[in-house]
């Protein structure tokens, strides 16, 4: 018995979703961008639980679900903790690849910040090695003020 | 707590371009589950459809594929996270007393989009998507975490791709059954380092569903019962770098809780077979320690020794698991399907001999922020 579907061809529609968004940073994010931003500062805030120093800033400790209550200046240096060569590119990549990604513990920090390592051979980087921010010349107020971590 | 029972299960096969809408996808998972079921619609109480909105291209995917699922003049409610939870949740309504039956449905069309975009977007916009960090980039990251902490290698990870894409050769459903060597995986194309082409998944189209029971809505239902014996659910920090990558914290806490329930002391000695959520090749060793199957850092160890394998002490992932079949969000229901399967013993090829125990694993959030354990048995 022939099936009709089987002498239908498919009909494909191509769309693309474009919305805008306006996604407010918070008091306490935004203070830490303009840290960067003005003075290539890189700040967090302390949990009065756990001790933990978020950077990013966090207005609640997730861990103790309290308000954070201390702003702490951390190092623009840290280490290494994971990183990854991507060699896929995509629309959504800052950079063409190869690029990587680094998870860096900053000095005075608890936890890790994720950013881009850059002006390095990939080839050469290892977990624990120290890096340091490189600070984007132009700076408007965005994580990208942060230009990528670099071997220090 | 009373016990809910799976009475009926339905997948469609996964691929990697189905032309089938996701209403007929739906419709397809829906019917086989209350076909399996002996069921009618009309012995469904309520009904929970499982989708993600940006997946999908569409808000509320959720309602628009309600017809397919049979919930015309029925409570339906939604969730948007793996289809293990779906079913959990779909549990819950029946342990709420309002209902005794529930139908619980998911799909996926991974296909129709691109993965990279669509899971960019589920990281901080503020401080995390611009850098362009997707699901495969933040999985590396953790690969290499765990690399660290355990002292794991990439042919480790290359070892559990040999065994689940083996594996897959077995399940009629799964997208990439193949035999390869761990030279292959490790000769294949560099996507992130440490992970390479075969140690990711492929992201599919599929759907599935399930019928769950209580006690009293056994009688519309002519198949023995796979009673869920034990489950949990728990969740993470959602942020990457504010948890602790190489060791899952969440998954461990959802594991006791569930054996608990289930009485499960020895888990390696006590589950007949496991079905875990392996995106990619390396997860799989990690979720061991995370279950307990191994200690922690120690994951390795099963798959180099093959205990995992078909013949082992506990396979793992009979049906070939995720990483060579991936309809996101569908997975995990999968997952609950086979281990459902092995109990009935109506795994076919892929069935682990005198199974009565069977883990089943879902995941949801960047690199497996959330878990959820099913034990379920005869």
Redesign the interface.
């Given at each position: 018995m022939t099936d009709w579907k089987d002498k239908v061809e498919n009909m494909v529609y191509s769309g693309r979703i474009k919305v805008p968004y306006l996604w407010n940073v918070g008091k306490t994010g935004s203070r830490f961008l303009i840290a960067i931003r003005d003075n290539k500062e890189i700040w967090g805030t302390r949990c009065p639980g756990c001790g933990r120093v978020y950077v990013p800033p966090v207005k609640t400790c997730g861990e103790c679900f309290v308000p954070t209550t201390e702003w702490v200046k951390v190092s623009d240096t840290g280490v290494l903790e994971s990183f990854t060569v991507v060699h896929y590119s995509y629309e959504m990549q800052p950079r063409k690849a190869p690029l990587a990604y680094g998870l860096i513990k900053l000095d005075g920090a608890d936890g890790a910040i994720l950013h881009l390592i850059g002006d390095t051979d990939f080839a050469k980087l290892k977990t624990g090695m120290k890096v340091k921010a490189v600070f984007a010349e132009e700076r408007v107020g965005s994580i990208a003020d942060i230009k990528h971590f670099t071997p220090a | 707590m009373s016990k809910i029972a799976i009475v009926g299960v339905g997948q469609t096969t996964c691929t990697r371009s189905k032309?089938d809408t996701f209403e007929e996808m739906v419709f397809e998972a829906a019917s086989k589950a209350l076909a399996d079921a002996g069921a009618e619609i009309g012995d469904i109480d309520n009904v929970v459809t499982v989708s993600n909105d940006f997946w999908d291209?569409r808000t509320i995917s959720s309602m628009a594929v309600q017809e397919a699922a049979g919930s015309w003049g029925k409570d339906v409610s939604t969730v948007e996270g793996d289809g293990t939870f779906g079913a959990l949740y779909g549990m819950m309504r029946i342990l709420s007393g309002s209902f005794d039956t529930t139908l619980v449905v998911s799909h996926m069309k991974g296909s129709e989009s691109?993965m990279?975009?669509i899971t960019?977007a589920m990281f901080d916009?503020?401080?995390?998507?611009?850098?362009?960090?997707?699901a495969?980039?933040a999985a590396?990251?953790?690969a290499?975490?765990y690399m660290?902490m355990s002292g794991a290698t990439e042919e480790d990870f290359a070892r559990v791709s040999v065994k689940n894409h083996g594996n897959a050769k077995n399940n009629p459903y799964a997208q990439l059954p193949m035999k390869i060597t761990v030279g292959d995986v490790m000769a294949s194309?560099?996507?992130?380092?440490?992970?390479k082409l075969l140690d990711c998944s492929p992201i599919g189209d599929g759907a599935a569903a399930v019928v769950l029971s209580n006690k009293k809505g056994l009688k519309r239902f002519r198949k023995e019962p796979v009673w869920i014996k034990g489950v949990a659910h728990c969740s993470d920090?959602f942020t990457?770098?504010?948890?602790d990558?190489a060791k899952s914290r969440a998954l461990k806490e959802a594991a006791q809780k569930a054996y608990k329930m289930a009485g499960i002391k020895k888990p390696l000695k006590d589950l007949d077979v496991a079905e875990l959520y392996d995106a990619y090749s390396y997860m799989e060793l990690m979720w061991y320690e995370g279950l307990g199957f191994a200690p922690e850092g120690k994951g390795y160890e099963l798959i180099r020794e093959n205990a995992t394998g078909m013949k082992g002490e506990l396979p793992v992932n009979p049906s070939g698991g995720v990483v060579s079949s991936h309809p996101v969000f569908v997975a995990g229901m999968v997952r609950l399907i086979e281990a459902t399967l092995q109990v009935r013993g109506e795994a076919g090829k892929r069935q682990v001999k005198g199974a009565k125990t069977a883990l089943a694993h879902g995941i949801n959030g960047p690199c497996g922020q959330a878990h959820c354990v099913y034990v379920v048995g005869a």
């Open positions: - | 032309i291209g691109i990279n975009l960019n916009p503020i401080y995390q998507r611009g850098m362009g960090i997707d495969t980039s590396a990251l953790q290499r975490s660290t194309r560099k996507i992130a380092e440490p992970l920090s990457l770098g504010y948890r990558l």
